[in-house]
């Protein structure tokens, strides 16, 4: 079961890592484990973000990742994983028309 | 058991075809969750629709699916939450005073799942924790709620010796006994 999860992670990080973009399963999202300290704040990400143009509406803590829910520079609505020391993009969930 | 001479037309065609109807749509957008959120949100839709069919259904419908017809003031539905932790709930024809609340309840709390859902889908409100949360927790209290129905069904089922989940097919029941039977 445990082999079978941590191969499932590391399937979904590799594929997210290598599309770098749209999730189909949400819960097979997960980032790997960080410890408490080397977890840069939510806040921080919501500045960098907003600073490139974002409006961030709700940052949460889902596997392991920081998810967020806002609209990116373009106006286009994003819900993206992010890495929570790295602020690295795992990917996002692809929105309906 | 029910044997058809004996048996009258309680639940008319269109109820049943709405109550069956809302069933699967409901648990269909709920199997589906937020995966697949295109057809979430179609069956959500559609729920909503036949929830609203229902509603009006409720004014004008035949004798039991109108809600004039089963829902009862607080007195009533005490008195048969009283009689029925005593045992000896009388059998109603159409809902019993508390599953006509439960049908309220239902229909309400289906309504607060559809206006979050629909909300969260807007520019307004997308993303917002609190429409997010609103729809989470209504939908999994709307869960709880159907599985209380189906305990309800189950329950009045086996007292009254009754097939409630068979008369929601047929529309039919066994007919009232005379002293002691509501309608």
């Not at chain 2, 609340?101 to 979050?116: E, R, Y």
């Not at chain 2, 209380?148 to 009754?162: K, N």
């Amino acid at each position: 079961m445990s082999v079978f999860r941590s191969f499932a992670a590391a399937l979904a990080l590799g594929l997210a890592g290598a599309a770098g973009a749209q999730i189909v399963d949400h819960n097979a999202v997960r980032c790997e484990p960080v410890p408490k300290e080397e977890m840069k704040p939510q806040m921080e990400l919501q500045r960098q973000l907003t600073s490139e143009g974002w409006r961030v509406r709700q940052i949460k803590n889902f596997n392991g990742c920081y998810e967020v829910y806002g609209f990116d520079a373009s106006g286009r609505r994003v819900e993206a994983f992010f890495h929570p020391k790295t602020f690295a993009k795992i990917g996002e969930v692809k929105q309906p028309e | 058991m029910t044997a058809t001479r004996e048996s009258v037309r309680v639940w008319d065609r269109t109820q049943r075809v709405l109550h069956w109807a809302l069933a699967a749509a409901v648990a269909a957008s709920w199997w589906v969750g937020e995966e697949r959120l295109s057809f979430h949100i179609a069956a959500g839709y559609t729920a909503a629709a036949i929830a609203a069919a229902r509603v009006a259904w409720g004014w004008c419908g035949s004798r039991h699916a109108r809600f004039g017809s089963f829902v009862h003031g607080p007195r009533a539905v005490l008195g048969y939450a009283r009689a029925l932790a005593q045992g000896r709930a009388r059998r109603y024809l159409g809902h019993n005073p508390l599953g006509g609340w439960m049908v309220v309840a239902l229909l309400l709390c289906l309504a607060i799942v559809c206006v979050s859902g629909v909300l969260y889908t807007t520019d307004r409100f997308w993303g917002l924790a609190w429409v997010e949360q609103t729809h989470r927790i209504s939908a999994w209290t709307l869960v709880a709620m159907v599985a209380l129905h189906l305990c309800g069904v189950a329950s009045m089922s086996w007292r009254h010796r009754d097939n409630l989940v068979g008369a929601m097919f047929s529309g039919r029941k066994r007919a009232a006994e005379g002293r002691g039977e509501g309608s």
